[in-house]
């Protein structure tokens, strides 16, 4: 692991975290004493049964919740520190979320909804940037519908493009494709995939399907608040491999 | 309409079998003055009690004499020309100790124990020698009146009762029955042919004095029963909205409960019965609060300087009875509908995630209109036609049919809801970024949520629109009246409008030798057997009022006297008794007379009155000489200033009687108005706060729902000032339009209501600083019902609120 990290840039990174739940007889070790790193440019997925910390692992990168000990580090800000109203304008200029459903504010359209970070931030979206995401997604027909207008898949695209309006450091995906069928699955992976490749984006996924995983360059293992492996250039057949052998 | 007794019955009475003491006494005005050194300083009044002069006679006990459970503490009985006994919260006004009476009454060293009385029947003021001082049960003095007690003949000399008495009273040998003794007097006054004398028994006297007391307390009941049924009515409004809002809320819930195998009767049942216990509890809750509110508002009004009798709080258990059934019964009443609505829910539901519930579409529309054109004609009937055999009169007409009204316009209003948000959003929208965006876009997602909350303060709002409208009206066409038809400089009345001595607008007259000066005298009379007020007025009534006579009417009455009739009033005569030019009317004191008509006038808004008197016949009729008030035409080319110090150095001998020119004439009735706009502003401001809380109370509710959205929002990046600037501008965009709504509706009302009282010489008048701080009013109720739910809002744990479903 030291050896990848050492040369290409980190994007964010949690040293010695743990995160406690409950105390004395009750207590749970959702993170334990847990390294890792994030690389910038890189589709990275977290996979592990439920309970291995792999979702407080992501809420604790992402600033929507906090450690009992150790750092989290965003570049080289450590968030862990930071103060709410800090982690909120944190996650609204350089993070994007794309959560497993009902990601979209039914009041607003899905060019409202897209560009909502940058509304709260009181920016205007760059106009090329924007047409580029609309019709990467194909949602030029559907900018001025609401969310109840929309397909799931749909809808999920509007979420990612949300995600990718404020050019964020780094985009964090709770099991994205959670809800969706398989053919809208394959669009969103290949969408995100597109967003590393093509427009440099860094992307933190967490998912239990191994066909998700096998989109992204890296997957990192869980249980226990541990990381038990690693598979780099994963498919979907090595990823269920590995799965297997974790298992044992 | 009692009119006074001839003092030879009393030697009628004198000589019935089982009467033991007859006694003549007199109750008349009688304003006691304070003295020092010898000169009038301080006229003697509690707030608007009266100033009463009364009888101490020789025969009888003073309690008996007066009344009550009056006493002697110090002093004896005045028995002549030059004494008077007075009560002791007004002796000690007057600045008259023990020790200076008991000195006057046993050693005639009277020294200081002087006051001066000022009468009103026209007897000169005069100074006496104070003898006696007496208390009043344990206060001192009845509900603030003064009480100034003469022996009967100088009380008859003083208060302008020559040779007749206000009451004679009688008492039994003991073992002769009151209404055995009561007959026979009756007998007996019949056998000498006297006729006009009422003879009651002291338990009739007292029931009907009792009666009276307890219809004048019922008037004020029912006026605050009304308030307090409007604030039930905007609570009801609260309560179906709350129990609509949790039904939609629950339709997952109640889905599976239905999938279960639950009766859409069951399923209505738990929700009655959830608002059943919830009615009782409230209910219990806002009794205990009552009680404690009922003691704060006594202070409130203080500061309004409302006067209150003051006394014990009672609590009746009618009161806790009623307050408890109401409370409940409104509560359950109020979530019918929703739980009707909770029964229609299908099965299906709990497996869906809409939460807007099933839409009631065209027929809450229907009804809504239906209801408010029904209100609306009832209104019209109600004010502008004369309602008879309808319970309670047009008033109770009007106000059902107001009700309506509010409920239909209430039904129709998801409406208008979705426009006025998004016209109302427009600032916040533009100006507040997205916060402000999303603001408009919450008020307007669920139009029948918003309309349903903005109601409530519909109603308040509505309500002090009226009153504010109606208060302007007044002002304006009393503004009106005195520029275009109000000749005299001066106006001449007490401070409390009660009536003023004849001697201090004699002494006016004196005093500026050319002035015209005109007296207005109150006074009934019976016409076509219905009591009719008659102001008795001094013929000169061309120089200081303009009354718009029709041609030759007021020659007439200059030259010999009669009647001058309203235009209305003389229209509605039979055409035989206009033709004639008499009426034939019925004073209390002199019987049926026949008094010309002088003529015809055209304009009462001045005076109030629809028949003037002449002096000369009023007089005749009358035995009443106080004057209600008096008004002060100048000579040509005398300047205001110098005669206004004039007048106030004649006026200077009557403390108490006040010379207003017009400017201050015009005050003082203005802070009578405004007066009463405070107290009505005050009772209405309830049912604007229970509007507010029903506005924070829909916030909280939908910030629940709303809970993953608004989780979303901060976690990608709202801060907690928007969420709450979003919160803020969603109330303020709801109470705005309700208070909009409010204005609307109060206008329409207030025009009409204005439009019926046309007849009475009010005209509409519109005051836009009113509508504008009622508008802010609502600005002011939205921010303050969002600051705890926009708090709750700002400190959701994004992400447990991420994470809820």
Redesign the interface.
Known sequence: MTTASTRTEVAARAAHASKIYGAGENEVHALDNLDVEFERNKFTAIMGPSGSGKSTLLHCLAGLDRLTSGEIFLGDVEISASSEKKLTLIRRDRLGFVFQAYNLIPTLNAAENMTLPLDLAGKKPDPEHFDRIVDTLRLRDRLSHKPSELSGGQQQRVAVGRALMSKPEIIFADEPTGNLDSKASAEILKYMRTAVDELGQTIVMVTHDPTAASYSDRVVFLADGRIVGELVNPTTDSVIDEMKTLGE | MREPVDEDVVSTIERVDGVAIVEGAVGQLAQVVKLEDGKPTDAIQHGQAPTLGVTWGPNRELNQAIGGDGRPEVGRRPTNAREVALDEVTAKDAGITFAAVRRCANASECGRARVQVVFFGGHPSEIFRVVAIFQFGTVGNLAGATLAAFDPETAQVMMSRDGVFDEIHVEATPGVPQVKLRNRIRGALRDEGVTGVEVLTGEQLAKDQSDEIRDNLKFFNIFLLVFAFIALFVGAFIIYNTFSIIVAQRTNELGLLRGLGASGRQVMGSVALEALVVGLLSSLVGLVAGVGVALGLQELMKVFDVQLPSGDTVILARTVIVSIVVGTLVTVVSAISPARRAARVAPIAAMTTDMTGPSSGYRRYLVGGVLTTFGAVMLAVGLFTDVEGFPGGSAALVGIASLLVFVGVAMLSPLAAQPAARVLGWFPARFR???G??AR??AS?NPRRTATTAAALMIGIALMTLVAILGASIRSTLANVLESDFKAEFVLRTKNFAPLSPEATEAVRDAVPNAKVTDFRFGNLELANETKAVLGVDPNIGSTIDVHPRLGALEAFRQSGGMLVFKDAYEEFPARQREAGVLKVRFGATGRQDIPIAGVFTKKDAIGNEFLLAMSDYEENFTDRSVTFAAVKLPAGTSVGPAAKVIDRALAAFPGVLSEDQEEFKKGQEAQVAQFLNLMYVMLALAVIIAILGIANTLALSIYERT??LG?????????K?VKTMIRYESIIIAVFGAGLGILLGLVLVRALVGALESEGIHFALSIGSLVVLVLLGLLGGWLASIFPARRAARLD??QA?QSQ
Request: cysteine-free; overall charge positive.
């Open positions: 970024g997205v916060a965006r999303l876009e919450n997602r993953r959205e979303l929002l901060r976690a990608v990046g709202m801060a907690r928007q994004v992400l991420v």
